[in-house]
């Protein structure tokens, strides 16, 4: 059901992004203070909203469309704000494309495998890629000018998330690599099984004759 607790946290990242845009739209050193703390809440509800699922046995056909598009939603909302407000320098543009072009990668294998039932499942490696891509982007959003309205302004906070998110961009281009490859091997074993010639019919037997 919707209503469900995991299901409430996987909404509440989508219902996040509305009020992560208008703080970074502040460009207040609080504002992307708290841009952070929006942003990491949201994306810890992607780690309980399984964990609450498998344990209370209660995993969804809803919950399962609804998790992966709920975190692509909120990964895409944070790049486009961090380049569209200037946040990233012209190099770390190149691991944002990256990981941005692997999200609709594996939308779109997704959409396709569903089509012939075939599941991707995720895999360890993916799930350490999601949680320093995550740990980037909370980094990215929260900048220097967070790290000065708190008093660590001795920290490089802008550097430390590019350089996370160069990271999850190799893992990005793995990961992504690893999927490619299994979608393309169950799409040509679906289209060899539906060039096979289908069984002959069985014929009834004679009935005897007296």
């Not at 995550?134 to 900048?143: D, K, Q, R, S």
């Not at 708190?150 to 998330?161: E, K």
Request: proline share 7%; aromatic share 6%.
């Amino acid at each position: 059901m919707p209503t469900d607790l995991p299901n409430l946290l996987t909404l509440s990242r989508i219902a996040a992004i509305p009020l992560l845009v208008a703080l970074v739209a502040l460009r207040h050193p609080w504002g992307d203070v708290f841009a952070c703390v929006v942003f990491s809440a949201a994306a810890i509800t992607d780690y309980f909203d399984g964990k609450i699922a498998r344990e209370r046995r209660t995993v969804s056909g809803f919950g399962r469309m609804l998790d992966p598009i709920a975190d692509k939603l909120l990964v895409g909302a944070a790049l486009m704000l961090l380049a569209g407000m200037g946040r990233l320098s012209d190099a770390a543009l190149y691991p944002a494309i990256v990981v941005l072009l692997r999200e609709i990668l594996v939308s779109g294998l997704r959409e396709y495998l569903a089509g012939i039932r075939v599941g991707l499942p995720v895999t360890r490696l993916a799930k350490w890629k999601t949680g320093l891509q995550m740990g980037a982007l909370g980094t990215l959003l929260a900048g220097d000018t967070a790290a000065m309205a708190l008093h660590l302004s001795f920290l490089p906070v802008s550097l430390i998330g590019e350089a996370m998110l160069w990271a999850a961009a190799a893992l990005t281009l793995v990961t992504g690599w690893d999927y490619l490859t299994a979608g393309l091997r169950h799409a040509a074993e679906h289209d060899a099984a539906a060039r096979e010639p289908p069984p002959p019919a069985k014929r009834d037997p004679e009935p005897l004759r007296p």
